[in-house]
């Protein structure tokens, strides 16, 4: 394997519980986003845009189907000759078969890639956050500071804060503390789940950390504290573009809703391309007495009734005299004659009977597992 300055390795094996039904068939990463991509799209994208040509991709729960969505890596030009997506899933140890037991037991279980890919430097990212970024600014800027590792962090709003790592900085960037979730907060700096290490650096701190019984072998949670413990220096890089760590059902759908604003924060069809591996489909039909007001149509989609500031994923048919509104339809599901759905996430392949009313209310979105037929006398499925 050639040598090169910077490995990228996503942590995409999350079983994404906070999702609910979202995620009873499909890892976290492999979710429906935006129309016409999935949520590891993303950081692959990023991958690509920086020109990070060789990315392990760490593998766990439910991992077919994004096995399948990644195939060869050419949607995102990684299928290069020395370069390219690597799938890494766990593998049977001498005292046997186990699950990645933390984030930093995931990197640590693949040292030896790491260290066939020899890279000056690692960069670990989390396969679950919507987001644009060129890394290789974040790795100049560890460069600079001669730093051992660099944080990616985000100013987030203070009641949202107890969610996220969260540090103090000095003048310079220089993390002085950082608690993993706390309670009472000291600052909003957030941790972005975004990390550039000294290859040699984290590989010596990996390996303490797999002798410590103690430890949750957390990046957060163990590695990180560890690292400042001993003074090392950890550096904090800052960014100030959208980013969204769609975790639970009310981000996800909030985050496809903010695509719909008159000016999003967000734009898919920003000069960094977002790629995707999606079949071609032909272009959407929209009826002669079908209405659309403010959303998202993708291809191969078939709407003849009312759709208004919605998320509408390809493949998806939508009956006469039916009402989306404020709503993801996620690939291939078929809402019938006469339905309603309003305030509702339906997942891939689902399907709403003719007469069948699917709701919920902002702040408890509705959501149909991947699959799922719901019945006219039915009144859909709660938020997960």
Known sequence: MRKTECLAMILAGGQGSRLGALTK??????VPFGGKYRIIDFPLSNCANSGIDKVGVLTQYRPLELHNYLASGSAWDLDQKDGGIFILPPY????GADWYQGTADAIYQNLNFIDLADPEYVLILSGDHIYTMD??????????????????????????????????????????????????????????????FNKNFLKKYLEEDAKDETSSHDFGKNIIPKMLKDKAR???????????????????????????????PFDLKGEKKIYSSNESMPPHYIGPDAKVKNSMISEGSMVLGEVENSVIFPGVRIGKGVKVTNSVIMPSTVIRDGAVVDYAILAQNCEVAAGAKVTGQLGAITVVAEGETVEAEASGKQAG
Do not use: C
């Open 25 to 30: 068939k499909i890892a976290k990463p492999a």
């Open 92 to 95: 049977a140890r001498e005292k």
């Open 135 to 196: 890394y290789s600014w974040m790795l100049e800027a560890h460069k600079m500071n001669k730093a051992e590792a660099t944080i990616g962090v985000i100013e987030v709003p203070w009641e949202e804060a107890p969610r996220f790592g969260i540090m103090n900085t000095d003048k310079t960037g220089r993390i002085e503390e950082f608690e993993e979730k706390p309670a009472k907060p000291k600052s909003n700096l957030a941790s972005m789940g975004i990390y550039v």
């Open 234 to 264: 950890l550096y904090s890089y800052a960014f100030e573009g959208y980013w969204k760590d769609v975790g639970t059902i009310e981000s996800l759908w909030q985050a496809n809703m903010d695509l719909l604003q008159d000016q999003p």
